[in-house]
């Protein structure tokens, strides 16, 4: 089964992705900035991050790096998930290590086609 870590300060926003994410067949656990992410990460990677960009105590670009310079860099996939919508930092997250990268405000459908992507969740139109 696989699993997600939700990095938001937000709790509105982890509390929508957590339940999109269970109703795919997601096991979820919740960080508020980078620096509980990395501390998640290292008592067990999860399969995927959903990694908001803007937090306090450590910010997503920091943490996504620390990520790959800790686990590598192919896991976990981590799909930043932001309000940025600025293509220059939207390639700083691609060449920084994530996988994907999502708008917000997503949706359910949204979400599942960048799973799908991801290849963490079997390719519904196929």
Do not use: H
Not at 17 to 30: D, H, K, S, T, Y
Not at 64 to 78: M, N, T, V, Y
């Amino acid at each position: 089964m696989p699993d997600c870590l939700v990095v938001d300060d937000s709790r509105t926003v982890r509390r929508v992705a957590r339940r999109m994410l269970e109703a795919q067949g997601f096991v979820v656990r919740e960080a508020e900035d980078g620096q509980q992410a990395l501390e998640a990460c290292r008592a067990a990677l999860p399969s995927l991050v959903l990694l908001d960009w803007n937090m306090p105590v450590m910010d997503g670009i920091t943490f996504l790096r620390l990520a790959r310079q800790e686990f590598g860099p192919d896991e976990p996939r981590i799909m930043l998930c932001t309000t940025e919508t600025d293509f220059s930092r939207i390639m700083t997250a691609l060449e920084g290590g994530a996988q994907e990268y999502i708008m917000k405000p997503f949706d359910e459908e949204i979400l599942v086609g960048k799973l799908e992507v991801l290849g963490l969740l079997p390719d519904q139109a196929a």
